[in-house]
């Protein structure tokens, strides 16, 4: 069946590095990759999609990539500050054309 | 000021209860979702309506049952054939037309008494 997982469910980083969480997918092959921003008892907030013949995305301090052949997403947030402290959610589509969602990675910045 | 609504914030269930969570959104999306959240796990779907007047199961419906007769409005009852409806619940909607973005509302957290 389709899996989408994202390994880390915890990652540390200093402030000003840069932090990259990693989505992984089997047994299929996305048209496209999203990535989601949770903050403690709120909603998802959109960031970024990445369609498959896209190598890299950007926004601001935001950058996604995909890997058709690791079957892979990263995400990466370069100068890290405090306030970047959240939970990532990657998602992808099923073929019933809605979503499904890894079980995300809690990033913490520490100053 | 466009958006997703849902009240309450906080619910409390006694055994045997139907309660229902509301969602409302103006954005003149189309398509509606409503996901269980629970700890460690990732957002699972409950139900998903397209049009006006139709939804669908999605992987987790039992238990729960939706509505959809108007555009902007989704509530969900979470029925007493749930047995642990403890969870964080979030609505999102959707333009259609090949739209891939989904937009969640705040949350509802259910509490069993």
């Known amino acids: 069946s389709q899996k989408i997982e994202q390994n880390s469910e915890a990652l540390n980083i200093q402030e000003g590095k840069t932090a990259t969480l990693t989505c992984n997918y089997t047994?299929?092959?996305?048209?496209?990759l999203q990535w989601y921003r949770q903050d403690p008892g709120r909603g998802p907030v959109f960031l970024l999609l990445?369609?498959?013949?896209?190598k890299e995305k950007r926004k601001e301090r935001l950058k996604v990539t995909f890997d058709t052949t690791l079957k892979q997403s990263l995400f990466h947030i370069t100068a890290s500050q405090p306030a970047d402290s959240a939970t990532y959610l990657c998602?992808?589509?099923?073929?019933?054309?809605?979503?499904?969602f890894g079980t995300g990675t809690r990033l913490t910045v520490i100053p | 000021d466009g958006g997703i609504t849902q009240s309450p914030k906080y619910l409390f269930r006694k055994e045997g209860q139907n309660v229902t969570l509301s969602c409302e959104q103006n954005?003149?999306?189309?398509?509606m979702y409503w996901y269980r959240q629970d700890p460690g796990q990732g957002l699972r779907l409950i139900y998903y309506?397209?049009?006006?007047?139709?939804?669908q199961k999605g992987d987790i419906a039992e238990g729960y049952s939706v509505s959809r007769e108007k555009k902007e409005s989704f509530p969900l009852t979470v029925t007493s054939a749930q047995k642990n409806p403890t969870a964080f619940y979030l609505c999102?909607?959707?333009?259609?037309?090949?739209?891939?973005?989904?937009?969640f509302g705040p949350g509802t957290r259910l509490l069993v008494l």
């Open positions: 999102a909607s959707k333009e259609q037309a090949g739209r891939e973005t989904q937009y």
């Open positions: 047994n299929y092959s996305p048209a496209y």
């Open positions: 990445i369609r498959e013949n896209e």
């Open positions: 998602a992808s589509q099923t073929g019933a054309n809605n979503l499904f």
């Open positions: 954005l003149n999306h189309d398509a």
């Open positions: 309506s397209q049009i006006v007047n139709d939804f």
